[in-house]
């Protein structure tokens, strides 16, 4: 057998070879006539230190030898774990999709009729140009600051579609990390799980800012204003618009007063993420409120948006990034770069979810045609917090304050539930949430209520 | 007490006034972007009022009536569609039905890769994505490596791979005497590059200069390859919409395959199936085992799900629905054929009609050359004159994008291009 000398980090000196047709296919490490220079073990694992192996024997064997499995997502990982299991009661409160009162998925009426319309006009597929729908950007910035918003007539709001709020955010990432190098972003503590990995992958630096109370299953206020306050000068302040996700605890009207002001006198750049719009209270202009008050202080502010929750079109990936910006001239250079970052993530964003949405939002009967639905959908979602309360409070005698049930907003409620917990609702009572106590309302329905607050009262007493 | 002020102020640096009094813009450091060379060709033709113009930039497939076209099995897959599914998140890696029909459309419906399930495949957005995702994973698993990429190549793969971190390097490739292959010089960079380089390969109709290797050529490109140990990276944008047949534009992959490769490859459907702005293709890697193929699927997700979450879903159902059934099937295969021979004709079209002219340069490359675009040769210089006397648009590497030529332009174009070359 010819041995199979394999010399490293030389390019100009690799070992010619002839080949071994018979190993195709497979991998081969051939015998103990291989030689690597430092490393025992996984030979190549040294090709990523030097990149220089010589392969000629060795083209089968895989680049991705040393590539571990990644973890379960924390999020989606849950409705995988659920889908497994057999258990008739087993209730699924993992990920933040709308469910009806039978627990099934919901494509609105508008969006089917909008669909409808879509397919009779026999529109074409051509690209979109970098920044998306045009028709598209104007109904989602108006959605957003209302139609008669001063900064929108004077042309001051950067407006990119982005593929739901992850890509939007992603683009604002990197416009940061490109143009703040160095400057960090503030999020919340909790916040969504990947809001990190989206600062982490775009390399912008980020630390969090107290915002969640165990003790009072409320808002930290004074702990957020004064993690806000020590922060460097100039940072991103990432804020939930309403409906903050995974608590459900949302800042009062003064308080986002004090929010601003503070941000303000630290000269921090304010980010809001609207992934709710519409969903907390019901109302679009009420849950736009935080946002339009910043705007309305003459404040520069970047505003990610999402469809996924309040048109249903979660799997369509539609949202968009805006920055309210000084000038119309900043505001133009803003929007070329961002489309600058987005030619490379994607080209140009996807169409049929900017078709949705700007028919839906373009047409007054389609329009308050949705607004009654998600109204619909809120009212929902505010029955079931009611009846859960009620439910709990009925059951329990201890004296604990369950209130926060109804304080909190939107989808998701903050339990406080630990980890433990959370386990043992998952293992002993088949409901299925995440692991920071979080569980969407969005999937319980009214007849479960009951069944759950035995869980949670079990779980908050007889656990530790 | 802030203050309040909508109109700003153009004061130098940063004010720390508090009060907030307001000042010049947090953007003062972002300059304006350049426009994207290609789609910003479209932006000047949309803008041009001429009633001769012609749009021979971006690579969007025309009929002969200068129109989009949406394929006849695409409406059908919509009408089945509309209305009926759920929109919830796809998972992380897409549709998994869109993906298995994609790799059985590149690989071959009897893969023993498949059968193997040694393939790590995601859905992707478009071709662009995939291959913005490779660059990511290449950056993440083999940090300090770089891509190779062909001179030319599209222009966005430049930005991909520097935007994900990952230093480029070129290689020789298009011949400009010849405007064919520099296939001595090609294989020379392959030997020279150090061992175990990831490398650029388009599968077929090479973007912009049309130019591919022969089948004997690649065949000697891949056992080269071998020698090297450098990794294929395959970006097929045109599968079946070069030849105007989907196995015949994928046989460079077959013939890696084969030899052994462990190839990546970044698919699109944005021509072949004409769903441009759906967003929809596939990356797939192949693996030793199945294995390390879940796990490599694992980490593409893991970067994918800080990108965008999930992939979006409509076009994907399209494509599945297409791709799933077997009528559906033969009808695409049949509507690519067309669009590919409507192409091949106007190739042969535009050499004829230069030809007759009189033109004194070779125009034989116009139908060597394969798929949309066609490298004329042109200078900038000339580009710019067919632009601002003619009012035609096109990229200023020369390159033109044979879809946007027709039997009702074709003269009209191939005049202007002797009008502009006949001093050359």
């Not at chain 1, 409320?218 to 804020?239: N, Q, T, W």
């Not at chain 1, 980010?271 to 935080?290: I, P, R, T």
């Not at chain 2, 200068?66 to 796809?90: H, Q, S």
Request: with cysteine; proline share 5%; aromatic share 8%.
């Amino acid at each position: 057998m010819a041995s199979a000398m394999l010399s490293i980090t030389s390019p100009s000196t690799s070992a010619s070879l002839s080949m071994h047709d018979s190993h195709k296919g497979k991998p081969h490490f051939g015998g103990s006539s291989l030689r690597f220079s430092k490393e025992k073990g996984n030979p190549f694992s040294s090709v990523r230190s030097s990149g220089r192996i010589s392969m000629s024997l060795a083209v089968n064997i895989s680049r991705f030898e040393g590539i571990p499995m990644a973890p379960p997502d924390p999020i989606l990982g849950v409705s995988e774990a659920f889908r497994a299991d057999s258990n008739e009661v087993k209730l699924n409160l993992g990920v933040g999709a709308y469910r009806t009162e039978d627990l099934q998925p919901y494509v609105l009426n508008v969006v089917k009729k909008a669909e409808n319309l879509m397919l009779e006009r026999g529109e074409n597929k051509e690209y979109l140009p970098i920044e998306g729908l045009a028709a598209f950007n104007k109904a989602t910035v108006e959605l957003l600051l209302g139609a008669d918003n001063p900064v929108i007539k004077q042309q001051r709001v950067a407006t990119v579609q982005g593929l739901s709020g992850t890509g939007s955010l992603r683009l604002a990432a990197a416009l940061i990390e490109r143009y703040f190098p160095g400057a960090k972003v503030l999020i919340s503590s909790p916040t969504w799980g990947n809001h990190k990995n989206i600062f982490n992958d775009a390399r912008v630096p980020w630390s969090e800012y107290r915002y969640y109370d165990p003790k009072t299953v409320g808002l930290d206020f004074e702990g957020m204003i004064e993690d806000i306050k020590a922060a460097p000068e100039g940072s991103f302040v990432l804020l939930h618009g309403c409906a903050h996700n995974p608590t459900g605890i949302d800042p009062t009207p003064e308080q986002w007063e004090k929010i601003a002001d503070v941000i303000q006198q630290k000269n921090h750049i304010p980010f809001f993420d609207v992934a709710y719009q519409g969903f907390a209270s019901g109302s679009l202009d009420e849950d736009a409120a935080s946002v339009r008050l910043f705007v309305a202080r003459g404040m520069e502010v970047l505003v990610a948006q999402s469809y996924s929750k309040n048109l249903g079109l979660y799997a369509e990936r539609i949202g968009a990034m805006n920055v309210v910006s000084s000038s119309p001239e900043a505001a133009a250079r803003v929007k070329s770069q961002l489309k600058r970052l987005a030619r490379p993530m994607y080209s140009n964003p996807p169409v049929h979810g900017a078709r949705i949405v700007a028919n839906v939002v373009g047409d007054p009967a389609l329009f308050s045609e949705w607004k009654a639905e998600m109204e619909m959908m809120a009212g929902r979602i505010k029955n079931v917090r009611q009846k859960l309360f009620d439910s709990i409070s009925s059951k329990d005698k201890s004296g604990k304050d369950w209130s926060f049930i109804l304080k909190q907003i939107g989808m998701f409620s903050y339990t406080g539930l630990n980890k433990n917990q959370s386990d043992n609702m998952t293992n002993k009572w088949h409901v299925y949430m995440t692991k920071d106590g979080r569980i969407s309302l969005a999937g319980l329905s009214l007849a479960k209520c009951e069944y759950l607050a035995d869980a949670i009262i079990d779980s908050f007493h007889n656990v530790s | 007490m802030p203050i309040h002020s909508v109109a700003s102020s153009r004061i130098v640096g940063r004010s720390s006034v508090i009060g907030a009094r307001f000042m010049s813009s947090w953007w003062r450091s972002i300059e304006p972007a350049p426009k994207d060379p290609i789609l910003g060709v479209t932006e000047a033709f949309l803008a041009d009022q001429s009633p001769n113009k012609v749009n021979v930039g971006v690579g969007a497939y025309r009929d002969d009536n200068g129109r989009p076209v949406v394929l006849d099995c695409v409406r059908e897959a919509e009408r089945r569609i509309a209305g009926n599914e759920y929109m919830e998140y796809l998972p992380m890696g897409g549709s998994i039905k869109m993906v298995e029909e994609s790799l059985k459309l590149a690989y071959g419906e009897n893969s023993e890769f498949i059968k193997d399930n040694r393939i790590a495949a995601v859905q992707a957005l478009s071709g662009t994505g995939a291959c913005r995702l490779f660059a990511a994973f290449q950056q993440r698993f083999y940090p300090g490596s770089k891509i190779y990429l062909p001179i030319p190549t599209w222009s966005n793969h430049h930005n991909i791979w520097r935007d994900a971190g990952v230093p480029m390097k070129t290689f020789r490739y298009y011949h400009p005497e010849t405007r064919g292959l520099d296939f001595a010089g090609l294989m020379d960079e392959i030997k020279s590059a150090p061992n175990g380089s990831f490398f650029l390969l388009h599968a077929c109709a090479h973007n912009p200069t049309g130019v591919d290797p022969s089948e004997e050529q690649w065949r000697e490109i891949s056992s080269q390859f071998k020698l090297k140990g450098h990794f294929p990276f395959f970006d097929m944008a045109y599968q079946g919409f070069a030849s105007g047949s989907t196995e015949r534009d994928a046989k460079a992959i077959k013939i890696f395959l084969d030899d052994g490769h462990l190839v990546g490859l970044a698919q699109s459907y944005a021509k072949n199936m004409g769903l441009y702005g759906q967003r929809v293709g596939c990356l797939s890697l192949v693996c030793e085992d199945e294995k390390q193929a879940v796990s490599v699927k694992s980490q593409l997700q893991l970067l994918a799900r800080p990108m965008y979450s999930s992939p979006p879903v409509h076009g994907a159902r399209i494509v599945s629905t297409v791709l799933g059934d077997p009528e559906l099937k033969k009808l695409w295969l049949k509507e690519v054929k067309v669009m590919a021979d409507r192409i091949i004709g106007m190739r042969a079209t535009l050499r004829e009609c230069l030809e007759k002219r009189g033109s004194a340069l070779s125009w034989q490359h116009i139908t060597n050359q394969i798929g949309m675009f066609c490298y004329t040769g042109l200078t900038p210089e000339q580009v710019d004159r067919l632009t601002s006397e003619f009012h035609i648009y096109m990229t200023r590497n020369g390159r033109i994008s044979m879809a946007g030529l027709n039997t009702g332009n074709v003269e009209y174009v191939a005049d202007a291009i002797h009008e502009v070359t006949k001093s050359a």
